[in-house]
C-alpha cells in the first residue's frame, strides 16, 4: 500500500502534532475557519476532502478537534479553525520548525 505524502503515517508523530497544538493557541489570518456539517459529524475524511481536497489530513482534524479517537462524533454546528495546507506541508518538510 503506498501512502500520501499527507498521511498521519509519514507526518513527524508528536513532535508536529505538539507544534500544531502551539499553532492553534494562535492561529494566523490564513487559517481556515470551517464549520462542520451534519453529513459530516463521523467522517473526517469527508471534512478533510472538503477543506483541503485531500482525505489523507482526517487526524489533523482528529487533533485540532481533540478527538482520542477518529470514529467519535464531532457535533453538527462544531466551528474549527484548521490550517493552512501549505502551511501542513511545511510542518512535513521542518518537522523541528519552531511555530511563532
Same mark, same amino acid.
Given at each position: *500500500? ?5 498521511? $498521519?503515517? +509519514?507526518? &513527524?508523530?508528536?513532535? %508536529?502534532?505538539?507544534?500544531? #497544538?502551539?499553532? *492553534?493557541? +494562535? ?6 475557519? #470551517?464549520?462542520?456539517?451534519?453529513? /459530516? ?5 469527508? %471534512?478533510? #476532502?472538503?477543506?483541503? &481536497? ?5 487526524? %489533523?482534524?482528529? %487533533? ?8 467519535? $462524533? ?6 474549527? *479553525? ?6 501542513? $506541508? /511545511?510542518? *512535513?518538510?521542518?518537522? &523541528?520548525?519552531?511555530?511563532?
Amino acid at each position: *500500500m503506498t501512502l500520501s505524502r499527507l498521511d $498521519r503515517a +509519514n507526518f &513527524g508523530g508528536p513532535l %508536529v502534532q505538539a507544534l500544531l #497544538y502551539r499553532a *492553534m493557541k +494562535n492561529p494566523g489570518d490564513d487559517w481556515i475557519e #470551517y464549520t462542520i456539517d451534519p453529513n /459530516e459529524e463521523y467522517d473526517l475524511y469527508k %471534512v478533510s #476532502y472538503n477543506v483541503w &481536497g485531500t482525505v489523507d489530513c482526517w487526524w %489533523v482534524i482528529a %487533533v485540532v478537534a481533540g478527538l482520542d479517537n477518529p470514529m467519535d $462524533r464531532l457535533p453538527a454546528g462544531t466551528v474549527l *479553525m484548521l490550517p493552512p495546507l501549505p502551511l501542513i $506541508r /511545511e510542518w *512535513m518538510m521542518k518537522p &523541528g520548525k519552531t511555530i511563532q
